[in-house]
């Protein structure tokens, strides 16, 4: 598609901030008005419009599909992303463990178990942790509490995290990443545990690379899109 406009703006609307090109405001694939919570998250969606040349290229708008998503999908049915998210956590990777005494068990109890215990302290729950593969069900408190905890956020900020917690098969990292100070590079290193794993045992090729530096180049977008969301003002 050609560019249509000329002029990005950023403008103040009723419910938050909206981006402007040529004085006509953006909408979301469903025609909806694409109104975001902070200035900060209008600016970089501005700055993605504006830097585009004379041809669209889709691959350059790196916020603008989580905004969308979060109006679209997660706005028109919140209730289907908790469950969703939910679902995460009742099969969470980090409960997930090799056999006792296997040498990838160990490496598993080592990094993984410290965050684990983490967010069950932070958050008042119980994960089961499971050898093998077999489904086991997690604590219903634990999940109701964890409910609790999703509700309470905004559209956009579940959009996020439903991002996050796709590309880690976890709601332990999701949760993580949301905390102040969370080490991005670590909680990546931590879903990618197992490839990596592999990896040692086999090596890598250039398909593996590059997958691996596609999830982590969205795994930081969408963690800069909670930063953006939460940074409020």
């Given at each position: ?96 463990r090799a056999e006792p005494g296997e ?131």
């Amino acid at each position: 598609m050609k560019r249509f406009y000329k002029d990005v703006t950023v403008g103040a609307v009723d419910g938050g901030f909206a981006v402007l090109l040529d004085g006509r405001p953006v909408k979301t694939p469903k025609r909806a008005p694409q109104i975001v919570p902070t200035r900060g998250l209008a600016e970089a969606l501005a700055a993605e419009w504006a830097a585009q040349g004379e041809t669209l290229d889709p691959r350059a708008f790196r916020f603008r599909d989580h905004a969308d998503y979060a109006l679209d999908i997660v706005g028109t049915d919140r209730a289907e992303t908790i469950a969703q998210l939910l679902t995460f956590g009742e099969t969470d990777t980090l409960c997930y463990r090799a056999e006792p005494g296997e040498a990838l068990f160990r490496r598993q109890e080592e990094r993984w178990e410290p965050l684990l215990q983490r967010l069950e302290a932070r958050e008042g729950v119980r994960f089961i942790r499971i050898s093998g593969v077999l489904h086991r069900p997690q604590p219903p408190e634990s999940l109701a509490k964890l409910r609790e905890r999703l509700t309470a956020f905004d559209d956009f900020t579940l959009g996020g995290l439903f991002a996050i917690v796709s590309l880690a098969a976890s709601l332990v990292i999701g949760l993580e990443a949301l905390e102040a100070g969370a080490n991005l590079d670590e909680l990546f290193a931590l879903a990618e545990l197992e490839e990596a794993w592999q990896a040692e045992l086999w090596g890598r090729d250039a398909e593996a690379e590059a997958r691996t530096a596609k999830r982590a180049a969205d795994f930081t977008t969408a963690h800069e899109f909670l930063r953006l969301v939460r940074a409020r003002r």
